[in-house]
Each structure stands twice: as C-alpha cells, then as structure tokens.
C-alpha cells in the first residue's frame, strides 16, 4: 500500500520555526506533484503549499507567502515544509498528498481538488 507519512510536527513559539518532511513508500510519487494542506480545528482543510515534480512550479497560499518554503528530493521521495516566522494562525493538523492524478512528469503542480493519497497529519502548535 501506497503511503504518505508526515514527520516534524511540534510545539513552536511565535516567531518560530519547524520543518516537516513526507516520505513517500512509493517511488513512484517522483514524477507527481506534491503538495502540504493543513486543518485547524474548526474549518475546512487548505492548501498550504504545492511543488511540481520537478521543483519548476511552486504554489504557496497567500497567507504563507514569504514564510514557508516548499522543497523536495526525488532521490529519497521526501517532500519539506520549512516554516519561518510561524503565527499562532499556522497552527492545525498538516498534511501531505499527491497529485497523482495529473500526468506524471507535469511540468506544473495540477489543480488543489485533485492531490489525495493523504497522509495521517502532523500536528503543528504555534504559543503567542
């Protein structure tokens, strides 16, 4: 079974920072976009990040832009969220998912609506 596992999650002061990681079981998840979501208690999940499979197309929310950082390294099939600056509004359940639905080797990240193969979450906490 194909499988997304998050890792990196936390506590974090204001101010902070965290980086989570994805490591994917399938190599396969190269040569698709991947993509952080996160879910505050309360609210619908959102997109928080999203990079194409070849690191050439990147979107960021607009409320991480200047903050977060998307990376990946197909070699270990790990996508990174390096967050910067974190606000007690970051906090929520993180996410990450793949576009497989999109062709592989797209040289764009797809739409939102379609990344799935979700992983478990990791809970990031951000104290004021």
């Known amino acids: 079974q194909v499988q997304l596992v998050e890792s990196g999650g936390g506590l974090a002061q204001a101010g902070g920072s965290l980086r989570l990681s994805c490591a994917a079981s399938?190599?396969?998840?190269?040569?698709?976009?991947l993509g952080w979501f996160r879910q505050a208690p309360g609210k619908e999940r959102e997109p928080v990040a999203a990079?194409?499979?070849?690191?050439?197309?990147?979107f960021y929310a607009d409320s991480v832009k200047g903050r977060f950082m998307i990376s990946r390294d197909n070699a270990k099939v790990t996508v990174y969220l390096q967050m910067n600056s974190l606000k007690p509004e970051d906090t929520a359940v993180y996410y990450c998912?793949?576009?497989?639905?999109?062709?592989?080797?797209?040289?764009?990240?797809?739409?939102?609506?379609?990344?799935?193969?979700w992983g478990q979450g990791t809970q990031v906490t951000v104290s004021s």
């Open positions: 990079i194409s499979w070849n690191g050439n197309r990147v």
């Open positions: 399938a190599r396969t998840f190269s040569f698709f976009a």
């Open positions: 998912a793949a576009n497989v639905r999109q062709p592989p080797r797209s040289d764009s990240v797809g739409a939102l609506g379609d990344f799935g193969s």
